[in-house]
Structure formats: structure tokens, C-alpha cells
């Protein structure tokens, strides 16, 4: 039986799924993968659904009919993997940022070594594992960790990551409908809301790499929720609500 599935959300990404698709299925580990595509206008779903005769009860598509934030996209992927048999659901992004080959250190990290939750971190205490990103953006990163850490208390050095394992029992356990972040911050709160549950949360090195090909979802506003929003979040925890 399949445990482990692989969410990827996507939106523009015809030059990667096809590749992105094909390298998950490489591994030694037999993974799923769900597709959540926001009706990309490049074709990126249409490629997904050619692909899925070639990987049959693998690879799976979950089409939306708008671009309404990563964190939606993840809470519909998170509920559709629970009403199936999968014991751990990941996040990933499409664009190789993210090795694949690493897929099976966090996985391992979660059956194996017994953690709840398994972080692919950029960042583990004052080792920087990133490549081809500008000084601006990687400090932008970097300190944006530090600092939702120092807010929060989280022992976790990499708030932001986006490459995450998450044992079933963590997603039945949090209460997805009360997420409240859509963009990149969504990831900030699915690790507080984890941590507050005293769940076992590990980081395991890995090397994050610009993407190559496409184009970055990263903008201003999305950078403000985790920001702005991080304070919010932890005061409203600080006193119950």
C-alpha cells in the first residue's frame, strides 16, 4: 500500500510538472502525488491529466477554478489525502527548489525515527544551505526566520520552509478550517499550530536551489502577512482565542 503522497500546488508551471512529476516517481520510495493546479492558463493541468494514464492510482489532480493562495491550495490538497489512506502528506513546490531525492529523508525521519513532523530546512543554526538566490533576498529569508522564531519561541530555525512531511495524525489533529493565513505565511502557522500541540518537530538539512525555469510567486504583500501577521497570530495564542 502507498502511505506517502506528495502535494504540489501549482499555477504556471508547464516548464517543470512534467520533470518534477517524472523525478518523484524515480525514487526508491513509492510516493502519490496530488497536483492542486489553480487553473493555470499555461496548460499546467492539462499536462497533469495526459501524465495521469502513464501513472495510474499515482498521480491525481485536484483542479481549482481560481488562484486563491497557497495556503488554500494545501488546506483543499490536505483534506483530500485525509479522506484517503495516507499516513504521511507532503508539501513540495514544483519547480525543483525543493530535491526530490530528499523526499525519502523526510520521510524516513517521520516512519522510521518517530518525529511527527519533518521540516527540510535551509537554515539550521547558523548554516545557510541555499544556492543561486541574490544577498537580498537570501537576508530577507534568513533574518524572516529568525525573527518569526524569536516571536513565536518555536525551536525551529527554519519558520518559513515550505518542504514539510506531516504525519496523518498532525492534520487530523489541527483544525484546518481555523487556518487563517493564504499565502506564505500559512506555512508560519501550520508550524505554531503544531508546535502548540506539543507534536515532535524535526529539521533535516537540506539544500534549496532558485528555481531554473518559471517565474517566482514571491511578492510584497505576501512578505508583510508573515511580517505583520506573526504578531497577530501569537498574541491571540498568548491569551486563548
Not at 492539462?46 to 498521480?59: A, D, M, W
Not at 493564504?182 to 518537530?201: D, S, T
Amino acid at each position: 500500500m502507498q502511505d506517502a503522497i506528495v502535494i504540489i500546488p501549482t499555477y504556471n508551471e508547464i516548464e517543470n510538472i512534467e520533470a518534477i512529476i517524472r523525478a518523484v516517481f524515480a525514487q526508491d520510495k513509492v510516493f502519490s502525488i496530488l497536483i492542486v493546479d489553480d487553473n493555470s492558463p499555461d496548460g499546467t493541468g492539462t499536462k497533469v491529466k495526459s501524465l495521469q494514464s502513464e501513472f495510474p492510482e499515482k498521480l491525481y489532480l485536484l483542479s481549482r477554478a481560481n488562484k486563491t493562495g497557497l495556503g488554500t491550495a494545501y488546506i483543499e490538497g490536505f483534506k483530500w489525502c485525509l479522506q484517503r489512506h495516507y499516513n504521511y502528506i507532503f508539501e513540495m513546490d514544483a519547480d525543483f527548489s525543493h530535491n526530490p531525492e530528499d523526499l525519502i529523508k523526510l520521510y524516513n525521519a517521520c516512519a522510521i525515527k518517530g518525529a511527527d513532523m519533518a521540516i527540510g530546512s535551509r537554515y539550521i543554526g547558523n548554516r545557510v544551505n541555499v544556492v543561486d538566490w541574490d544577498m537580498k533576498r537570501l537576508l530577507m529569508s534568513y533574518f524572516a526566520s529568525k525573527y518569526v522564531k524569536f516571536i513565536t519561541r518555536m525551536r525551529i530555525d527554519d519558520t518559513t520552509a515550505g518542504f514539510i512531511c506531516y504525519s496523518r495524525k498532525v492534520l487530523e489533529t489541527i483544525n484546518l478550517d481555523k487556518i487563517k493565513f493564504v499565502g506564505y505565511a500559512f506555512q508560519i502557522e501550520m508550524k505554531f499550530k503544531a508546535h502548540l500541540k506539543a507534536f515532535n518537530i524535526v529539521e533535516v538539512p537540506i539544500i534549496f536551489t532558485d528555481r531554473a525555469k518559471g517565474k517566482s510567486k514571491m511578492s510584497g504583500s505576501i512578505i508583510s502577512e508573515a511580517i505583520f501577521g506573526v504578531i497577530n497570530m501569537k498574541f491571540k495564542s498568548l491569551f486563548g482565542k
